[in-house]
C-alpha cells in the first residue's frame, strides 16, 4: 500500500486501524489524521509518530483513500468541513447508522464503502462487516480489503442493511462479552475468590471456549451440551438462565441496538 490514506476522527477505532496499517509496513508520514481534540492529537503522536491536524485543510487531497471514523452525530458537519479537498478519493466510513446515501450526498461520489469493525481489531482479532455501494469499483473494494485486513477478518454484505445487524451483534459484541466477564467476576468474587482470581478465571475461560467454538467442527450449542450433564451445575445455572428468560432478554437487546443504529442513521444521516 503505498497510497496516502486521511482519517477523519483519530479516535479509538481510527487507532486500532492506523495501529494495524502501521504493523503492516504502512509509514506513519503516508498517515494524514483530522482531529480536533488535543488529547487524542497528542495520543496519535506517542503512539504511532503522527501529526495530527485540528481541521479539515487542503492537504488531504493527497488522499487517495479517506476514512470516516467519527461519532454518527459529527459526521454530517465533519463531511461538509472535509468534502471539498476529498472529491477524487475513495471513502469508507466505519460510523454506525450513517447510510452511503447520505454519504454520497455529502461528499459528491458515489466512491463509498462502509464496515461495521469491533475493538478487537486493536490486537489485529477484530471481524468487519462491508458494504459497497455500486459506484465502488473492484479495485475500491480490494483496497478496502487490504486496510481492514490489517484489524483482522472481514465478510461482505449485499445489503445496506444488514450493517445494522452486524453493529448490534460483532460490533457492539466485545462490550456483550466484557459484561459477562463483569458479571461472572461479581460473583466469583461474592463467592469467596479474590477479584484478581475470578477476573483471570473469566477471562481464560472467554478465551478458552472462543478458540474451541472456533476450532471446533461443532456447533456452540453441542459444545454446550458437552458441558452440561444431566443434573449437574451447567444444568442448574442453564435452567436458571432458561428460567429467567436471559436469552430472550439477550436477543431483545440487540434488537435495541440494531434500532438505535437505524435511529442513529434516520436522525444524524438526513441529508
Ligand atoms: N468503538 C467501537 O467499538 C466502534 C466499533 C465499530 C464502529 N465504531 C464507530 O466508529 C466511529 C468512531 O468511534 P470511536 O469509538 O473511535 O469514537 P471516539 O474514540 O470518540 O473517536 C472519534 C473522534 O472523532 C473526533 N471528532 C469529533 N468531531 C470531529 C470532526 N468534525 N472532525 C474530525 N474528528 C472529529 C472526536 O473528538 P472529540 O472527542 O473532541 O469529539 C474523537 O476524538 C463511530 O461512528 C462508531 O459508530 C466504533
Redesign the pocket.
Known sequence: MSERIAF???????SAIIGGLIKQGVSPQDIDV????EE?RQQLSSSFGITAQAQANPSLATASLVVW????Q?FK??AV?AGPFTGNALHLS???GIPTDSMAAWLGTQRVVRA????PALIGKGISGLFARAGASAEDRAQVERVMASTGEFLWLDTEDKLDVVTALS?SG?AYVFYFMEAMTMAGTEMGLSREQAEHLAVATFAGASDLAQTSADSPQVLRQRVTSKGGTTFAAISSMEDNDVRALFIDAMYAARERAKKLGAEFGAA
Not at 471514523?69 to 454518527?72: G, V, Y
Not at 461495521?116 to 475493538?119: E, F, K, R
Open positions: 477523519i476522527g483519530g479516535g479509538n477505532m481510527a483530522v482531529e480536533p481534540s487524542a471514523a467519527i461519532k454518527p459529527a458537519d465533519a468541513a466505519v460510523a454506525a461495521m469493525p469491533n475493538t460490533g466485545p
